[in-house]
């Protein structure tokens, strides 16, 4: 595109649904990696590059007063990513404005050279599948959040396209200047568009802001050569009106003009935006994109009550608008400042307990693999006593069961609220209760609610734990007898991915955690 003289905000604004494709591993919880992988001859890829180019498309749509940014996400990320995996890759996206999601592949049948060319294929045999509709509920919920009212930006900063058009060190100097100015505001927590030479030329100032749909109050502009005479002329008109302009140069010593959405973004780890709705209520998102559990601070509409919104399962609770809040890594959190007529479930003072199952046993399910056909092969196998740590397999993709049984006192049946919860799982698990499904878990936390009623005085816990798909595909021997024209150039990167997660178990502790609320507590 760029080679081309072509240009990315032109093409976006052409579509019905701007959009973006994210594809190998692009957009990955890890430090950015070279990978090696062979095609014709050995090749390089630059992974986790985890840049802020979603904000391409969702700028577009708040400019067009659209509604909808699409991505469509996971086409060559390989056999073995994890339902936690993509929760990082998603939810990067959708902080930066995108709301539509189409996620790749999904094939019409079981022999399609997709099922093999372009990794994952979500397919009914491929381990963990049933935990497909749980993660299809969660974004069911997001992306109608995030698609409500309209995006609370104030901030754009400009593209400085016809520099890199340019090349040679221009472009360079301007493109590391425009990826600098984004860090620099994604840090400080300021929600941002990106904009271009088109908009603004064609944009109406007024009311100190810039454009009909996106009444940008600040444009910020990296080092530039190139930018049209005509530009600059319709910049410095924003600034006689009262807009605001800065330069790379000036951002620390105008950073008091930024709108900051916090002051305690654990370093720029935690990425927020909100959401302004029609009736005067307003959504706020948190995201972590670090690779390790963040802390939140901030405070919303004292004038409003807040409540916290469940994605996992659509559940509304009222909270304190004064939010310390700690996300694991890729974890996103949503809540609402708003005015509710009808009563809802408040915080209140509790009193927790934990008891660690132990004891546990195991056996395998089922195990698939690749022989030109995905196959979901059943195994007939006995419960064994073992530890985790000796559970867990390597190489394999499939199922395992395990099961433990327990005694609860009366104060464990009669607690108030009861979960179990589950240290590390690869990669995801549905719990049984005395043979009642109380849903899967697929990412951090693991943990579920167990529905009162259920837990009795002698129990019986299963948990099935399923791995990625990975090991179907790198330990097929028919897909290593297959020329390179026949398996296709992505086949050789997404093997370096798939060895990424090729166990399959738990580890660490599973514990249930009981609570009781005080009576009279607000």
Same mark, same amino acid.
């Given at each position: 595109?760029?080679?081309?003289?072509?240009?990315?905000?032109?093409?976006?604004?052409?579509?019905?649904?701007? &959009?973006?494709?994210?594809?190998?591993?692009?957009?990955?919880?890890?430090?950015?990696?070279?990978?090696?992988?062979?095609?014709?001859?050995?090749?390089?890829?630059?992974?986790?590059?985890?840049?802020? +180019?979603?904000?391409?498309?969702?700028?577009?749509?708040?400019?067009?007063?659209?509604?909808?940014?699409?991505?469509?996400?996971?086409?060559?990320?390989?056999?073995?990513?994890?339902?936690?995996?993509?929760? =990082?890759?998603?939810? +990067?996206?959708?902080?930066?404005?995108?709301?539509?999601?189409?996620?790749?592949?999904? $094939?019409?049948?079981?022999?399609?050279?997709?099922?093999?060319?372009?990794?994952?294929?979500?397919?009914?045999?491929?381990?963990?599948?049933?935990?497909?509709?749980? +993660?299809?509920?969660?974004?069911?919920?997001? $992306?109608?959040?995030?698609?409500?009212?309209?995006?609370?930006?104030?901030? @754009?900063?400009?593209?400085?396209?016809?520099?890199?058009?340019?090349? &040679?060190?221009?472009?360079?100097?301007?493109?590391?200047?425009?990826?600098?100015?984004?860090?620099?505001?994604?840090?400080?927590?300021?929600?941002?568009?990106?904009?271009?030479?088109?908009?603004?030329?064609?944009?109406?100032?007024?009311?100190?802001?810039?454009?009909?749909?996106?009444?940008?109050?600040?444009?910020?502009?990296?080092?530039?050569?190139?930018?049209?005479?005509?530009?600059?002329?319709?910049?410095?008109?924003?600034?006689?009106?009262?807009?605001?302009?800065?330069?790379?140069?000036?951002?620390?010593?105008?950073?008091?003009?930024?709108?900051?959405?916090?002051?305690?973004?654990?370093?720029?780890?935690?990425?927020?935006?909100?959401?302004?709705?029609?009736?005067?209520?307003?959504?706020?998102?948190?995201?972590?994109?670090?690779?390790?559990?963040?802390?939140?601070? !901030?405070?919303?509409?004292?004038?409003?009550?807040?409540?916290?919104?469940?994605?996992?399962?659509?559940?509304?609770?009222?909270?304190?608008?004064?939010?310390?809040?700690?996300?694991? $890594? &890729?974890?996103?959190?949503?809540?609402?400042?708003?005015?509710?007529?009808?009563?809802?479930?408040?915080?209140?003072?509790?009193?927790?307990?934990?008891?660690?199952?132990?004891?546990?046993?195991?056996?395998?399910?089922?195990?698939?693999?690749?022989?030109?056909?995905?196959?979901?092969?059943?195994?007939?196998?006995?419960?064994?006593?073992?530890?985790?740590?000796?559970?867990?397999?390597? $190489?394999?993709?499939?199922?395992?069961?395990?099961? !433990?049984?327990?005694?609860?006192?009366?104060?464990?049946?009669? @607690?108030?609220?009861?979960?179990?919860?589950?240290?590390?799982?690869?990669?995801?698990?549905?719990? +049984?209760?005395?043979?009642?499904?109380?849903?899967?878990?697929?990412? @951090?936390?693991?943990?579920?609610?167990?529905?009162?009623?259920?837990?009795?005085?002698?129990?019986?816990?299963?948990?099935?734990?399923?791995?990625?798909? @990975?090991?179907?595909?790198?330990?097929?021997?028919?897909?290593?007898?297959?020329?390179?024209?026949?398996?296709?150039?992505?086949?050789?990167?997404?093997?370096?991915?798939?060895?990424?997660?090729?166990? !399959?178990?738990?580890?660490?502790?599973?514990?249930?955690? =009981?609570?009781?609320?005080?009576?009279?507590?607000?």
């Amino acid at each position: 595109c760029f080679e081309k003289n072509g240009s990315v905000l032109r093409m976006l604004r052409e579509m019905t649904i701007p &959009g973006i494709d994210v594809i190998m591993r692009q957009i990955f919880p890890a430090k950015k990696t070279e990978i090696v992988y062979k095609a014709e001859t050995d090749k390089t890829l630059d992974t986790a590059i985890n840049t802020f +180019f979603p904000r391409l498309a969702s700028s577009v749509a708040n400019q067009m007063g659209k509604r909808y940014a699409l991505t469509e996400s996971f086409a060559v990320y390989g056999a073995g990513i994890t339902y936690e995996q993509m929760r =990082y890759v998603l939810n +990067f996206q959708m902080i930066r404005g995108i709301n539509m999601i189409n996620i790749m592949t999904l $094939s019409y049948g079981k022999k399609a050279k997709m099922l093999t060319g372009m990794r994952p294929t979500f397919s009914s045999d491929i381990p963990g599948n049933d935990c497909l509709k749980y +993660f299809n509920k969660y974004y069911a919920r997001l $992306s109608y959040i995030m698609s409500l009212g309209k995006r609370d930006v104030k901030v @754009a900063l400009y593209y400085p396209q016809r520099d890199v058009w340019a090349g &040679g060190a221009q472009a360079k100097i301007s493109a590391e200047s425009y990826e600098n100015i984004g860090k620099f505001l994604e840090y400080n927590a300021v929600d941002f568009d990106i904009c271009d030479d088109d908009f603004i030329l064609d944009s109406v100032i007024e009311n100190k802001t810039m454009g009909e749909f996106s009444k940008y109050e600040i444009i910020c502009v990296g080092k530039t050569k190139y930018m049209k005479k005509e530009t600059a002329e319709k910049l410095e008109k924003f600034k006689e009106i009262g807009g605001i302009v800065i330069y790379e140069d000036e951002l620390e010593r105008k950073k008091n003009l930024l709108p900051q959405l916090t002051e305690d973004n654990a370093n720029g780890q935690i990425i927020m935006c909100r959401r302004n709705l029609a009736d005067g209520n307003v959504l706020n998102f948190m995201f972590n994109e670090g690779l390790s559990a963040n802390t939140v601070k !901030c405070s919303f509409e004292k004038n409003r009550n807040t409540f916290k919104l469940d994605l996992n399962n659509g559940q509304i609770t009222s909270v304190n608008p004064d939010i310390k809040l700690t996300l694991q $890594s &890729g974890e996103l959190a949503a809540y609402i400042s708003a005015e509710f007529s009808e009563t809802l479930p408040a915080e209140r003072k509790s009193t927790i307990k934990t008891v660690i199952l132990n004891e546990f046993e195991f056996k395998v399910l089922n195990e698939v693999a690749f022989d030109g056909v995905l196959k979901k092969i059943e195994i007939n196998d006995e419960y064994k006593k073992a530890s985790f740590e000796n559970s867990l397999k390597k $190489s394999f993709s499939g199922e395992i069961m395990y099961r !433990c049984y327990f005694k609860a006192d009366s104060d464990l049946i009669s @607690a108030s609220e009861i979960w179990i919860e589950l240290d590390k799982v690869a990669y995801s698990a549905e719990v +049984f209760v005395n043979n009642v499904s109380i849903g899967w878990t697929w990412s @951090a936390p693991y943990r579920l609610r167990i529905p009162k009623g259920i837990i009795k005085k002698n129990n019986c816990m299963k948990i099935k734990v399923a791995s990625t798909g @990975a090991n179907a595909y790198l330990c097929s021997e028919e897909l290593s007898k297959l020329t390179f024209e026949r398996i296709g150039y992505y086949h050789s990167m997404q093997n370096v991915f798939e060895m990424d997660t090729t166990d !399959c178990g738990l580890s660490g502790e599973v514990k249930l955690i =009981y609570i009781n609320y005080k009576e009279h507590s607000c």
